[in-house]
């Protein structure tokens, strides 16, 4: 994401690779043999014990909608514990960060707080399912992604939330030998994000293990993410390690650095505008080469199933 004001963590325009340039690059590194052919032993020996294969749920199925080339979902990324250059991502998240083993925290105010590796997780909650989600950045952008994973519910009702939990904190990883972005810049490492506990619950909230049946890579947030379908891609973070349930809403990353342009919210809202960003309309990744746009939804196309949640909310200041 880029930003406003001209800090010493701004970046400028030209280092947010343009679709088009970074598909062509791609083709390039292929058609010469230097594409990233780093699936690797690490997802491999991961699909083993991780729940896959997953069913599709039908539930969560978009009629009409092509899911986004699995090239393109797994190339085109922001990770900026690796890098803010999209197309760098991919290479720099497979070059030696270990995804597995991996053990997650999960307490605070709950009753039942674990701290055990994910494979071991996915067990507990049931394993794991595929579901079809519109997935729109705030940069305006949007996919269609097949994600495998669970409800964040099972979590909540595995750790037993007592009164005082409010809201939900993710923290990412922090291991700069391994992630080069978080040598330096302004970001106060490691990325956080946060949910109100009733956004937690709500059935689509999904913590991600996979993408299009099988483990999910390293650059798209390996080995679980969270996936918030009705909010902007910022809230969905990666590579988490620790979920606390807290009394006070936490401040996300971009918030604690913008809070003029990102907010605590972040639902996706057409009549909203980001200070740099329409978000009337989105550009449909993969729609060629004078890629399509389509006009942005409430919520994503959520509407039905989330607005009840902001009921009395006025959502051009709680943004
Ligand atoms: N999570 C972490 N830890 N670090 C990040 O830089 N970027 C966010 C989100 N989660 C980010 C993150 C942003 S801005 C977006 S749009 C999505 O991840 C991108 O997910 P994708 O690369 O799988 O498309």
Redesign the pocket.
């Known amino acids: 994401?880029r930003i406003l004001k001209k800090n010493s963590w701004e970046l400028p325009e030209s280092s947010v690779t343009p679709e088009i340039d970074f598909i062509n690059r791609r083709r390039f590194l292929k058609a010469v043999g230097l594409g990233s052919g780093a699936l690797v032993g690490q997802s491999l020996s991961r699909a083993a014990t991780s729940g896959f294969p997953s069913t599709a749920n039908d539930a969560y199925k978009l009629e009409g909608l092509e899911p986004t080339e699995y090239d393109l979902i797994k190339g085109y990324?922001?990770?900026?514990?690796f890098s803010y250059d999209k197309g760098d991502v991919q290479d720099l998240a497979n070059k030696g960060w270990q995804t597995e083993p991996w053990t997650i925290e999960i307490g605070g105010h709950v009753d039942n707080p674990v701290k055990l590796d994910v494979n071991e997780l996915i067990k507990k909650v049931g394993g794991i399912e595929q579901r079809v989600y519109r997935f729109r950045?705030v940069e305006a952008w949007s996919m269609v992604i097949p994600w495998d994973g669970f409800q964040l519910s099972k979590i909540i009702d595995l750790v037993q939330p007592n009164a005082k939990a409010k809201f939900l904190k993710f923290t990412?990883f922090k291991d700069p030998k391994s992630a080069p972005g978080q040598k330096g810049g302004s970001i106060d490492w490691p990325?956080v994000e946060g949910l109100t506990i009733e956004e937690a619950r709500n059935d689509l909230t999904l913590l991600a293990t996979g993408i299009y049946g099988k483990p999910i890579p390293n650059?798209?947030?390996a080995p679980i993410r969270l996936v918030v379908p009705w909010k902007y891609?910022?809230k969905?973070?990666?590579?988490i390690v620790k979920i606390e349930f807290v009394s006070k809403r936490p401040v996300n990353t971009w918030q604690a650095l913008q809070p003029r342009e990102y907010g605590f919210y972040a639902n996706v809202n057409p009549e909203v505008d980001h200070p740099r960003w329409s978000q009337a309309s989105e550009r449909i990744i993969g729609s060629g080469f004078f890629s399509k746009r389509k006009d942005t939804l409430m919520f994503n196309g959520y509407e039905e199933q989330v607005a009840s949640l902001y009921e009395g909310l006025d959502l051009r200041r709680n943004f």
């Open positions: 994401m990324n922001n990770f900026y514990e950045c990412t990325y650059q798209n947030g891609g910022f969905s973070i990666k590579s």
